[in-house]
C-alpha cells in the first residue's frame, strides 16, 4: 500500500487544501496514515498553543526517545534517558501525553519513512513557530521607547507617598507620561497629575490619576526640558481648575 507522503501530511495539518480526492478515500481507509496525521495536527495544535503559554510545553520525557530508538531500529538497548540520534531534531511534546503504541511488525514503518516523519515534525514546529517569532518581532519593533524618567518624591504633608514618572515615545513620535503614585485618597478629593515649568511660573494639567497608576498623553509642542517637573496634587471636587497647592510628590525629568 503505498503511503501519503510526510511533507503532504505536514501541509495538511497546517490547514493547506493539498490532498486530492484519493489521497482523502486512503486517509479515511489507512489507520496508519490517519494516525500519523493526527499526530501531526496534535503537534500544530501544541505549538501555537505554546506560542501564547510559554510554558506550555515541555522536554519530552524518556520513554519517547525509547520509542523513537525503537522505531528507527538503532543499535545498542537505551537505559535510561535516551540521548536523540544524530542530525534529529527533538521533538517536544506535553509531559500528558499518552504512551505511544508499538506497532505490530507487519505495522512498523521503514526507518526512512520514520526519519522523513520526524523531519516533518520538526518543519511543523518551526513554521508554527515561525509565526510566533513575527509577532513577537512586529511588536517589539512598534514598543514605545522609554526616553525620560523621574523620582517623584513625597511632599512634607503627606509623609510615606511614593512616586515614579516616565515618557515614552511611540514610533509616531507621540510621547505618553506613565505616573504611578503610592498614596493614600481621602474623602471628596482626587488626584491630578501634573507638567509644571521650570521655574514654577506655568503649568499643564495632563488629567486625573485614578488608581495608582496612569498614562496621560502629553501634548504636541510642549517641550520637556522646560515642563520637566511632574506633580501630583490632592484636588477638591469644588469645580475649581486651578491647582490646589497640595502637591503629593513632585520630580524632575531626567533623559532615560
Keep these: 500500500m503505498s503511503h501519503l507522503d510526510p511533507e503532504q501530511m505536514t501541509l495538511l495539518a497546517l490547514g493547506e487544501s493539498v490532498a486530492s480526492l484519493a489521497d482523502c478515500a486512503h486517509l479515511r481507509a489507512c489507520e496508519q496514515c490517519g494516525a500519523e496525521l493526527e499526530g501531526f495536527r496534535s503537534t500544530v495544535q501544541v505549538a501555537r498553543t505554546a506560542a501564547a503559554e510559554d510554558d506550555a510545553l515541555e522536554a519530552p520525557p524518556a520513554r519517547v526517545w525509547h520509542a523513537i530508538h ?8 537505551p537505559d535510561g534517558p535516551v540521548d536523540p540520534p544524530p542530525n534529529v531534531v527533538p521533538l517536544i511534546v506535553p509531559d500528558d501525553d499518552p504512551a505511544p503504541r508499538t506497532p505490530a511488525p507487519d505495522e512498523r514503518p521503514a526507518a526512512g519513512r520514520g526519519m522523513r516523519t520526524l523531519w516533518a515534525l520538526a518543519a511543523v514546529l518551526v513554521m508554527v513557530a515561525g509565526v510566533g517569532v513575527a509577532g513577537w518581532v512586529v511588536q517589539s519593533f512598534n514598543a514605545p ?74 501634548p504636541d509642542g510642549v517641550d520637556l526640558a522646560e515642563y520637566s517637573l511632574v506633580d501630583v496634587s490632592v484636588e477638591p471636587i469644588d469645580g475649581d481648575p486651578a491647582h490646589s497647592g497640595d502637591s503629593i510628590v513632585r520630580g524632575q525629568l531626567s533623559p532615560a
Design 145 to 218: 521607547t522609554q526616553i525620560a524618567a523621574a523620582q517623584l518624591d513625597a511632599f512634607p504633608g503627606h509623609p510615606g507617598a511614593t512616586g515614579t514618572a516616565d515618557v515614552e515615545e511611540a514610533r509616531d513620535g507621540t510621547r505618553t507620561l506613565v505616573v504611578t503614585v503610592g498614596s493614600d485618597t481621602a474623602p471628596d478629593t482626587y488626584r491630578e497629575v501634573w507638567l509644571i515649568r521650570n521655574d514654577a511660573g506655568a503649568l499643564i494639567s495632563l488629567g486625573v490619576l485614578d488608581g495608582d497608576t496612569g498614562s496621560f498623553p502629553i
Design 70 to 77: 525503537d522505531e528507527l531500529g538503532l543499535s545498542g538497548s
